[in-house]
């Protein structure tokens, strides 16, 4: 068994039939998983001493972008940034999935977007 924590969403077909890892989420996972999800560029690694990366005591909750950058900083990694006009449509779909934001199955980019940036917004 090893930990890791999923960067983006992560799908694997094994014998005992299909699992998926959202976004954000982290926990021990069996060692051909791990190897899989590293290969898909799936984790979040520290490549120099190849060490997942944990930004969270609670291995459940979602990280914030805030906590997720400052620990991969501190780490002395480069922190990918792509706009969500730049995202595809999968890639938008696993991002409101990290954040908790809820999206429809038949909603379409822009929508997906929207949610995003109305997620965004301070109440009020």
Do not use: C, W
């Not at 060692?31 to 999800?37: H, Q």
């Not at 520290?46 to 900083?73: K, M």
């Amino acid at each position: 068994m090893a930990f890791r924590r999923f960067r983006k969403r992560f799908e694997f077909q094994g014998q005992q039939g299909k699992v998926t890892y959202p976004a954000g989420g982290a926990g021990e996972v069996s060692g051909e998983i791990a190897a899989a999800a590293d290969a898909a560029q799936a984790t979040l690694l520290d490549t120099r001493s190849g060490t997942t990366v944990v930004a969270s005591s609670d291995a459940h909750a979602p990280l914030s972008d805030a906590d997720l950058i400052a620990e991969v900083q501190r780490r002395g990694l480069s922190v990918p940034t792509k706009s969500f006009d730049d995202m595809t449509r999968d890639e938008l779909v696993s991002e409101a999935e990290r954040r908790g934001v809820q999206v429809k199955s038949s909603d379409n980019k822009p929508e997906i977007i929207a949610a995003l940036k109305a997620a965004q917004q301070p109440a009020g």
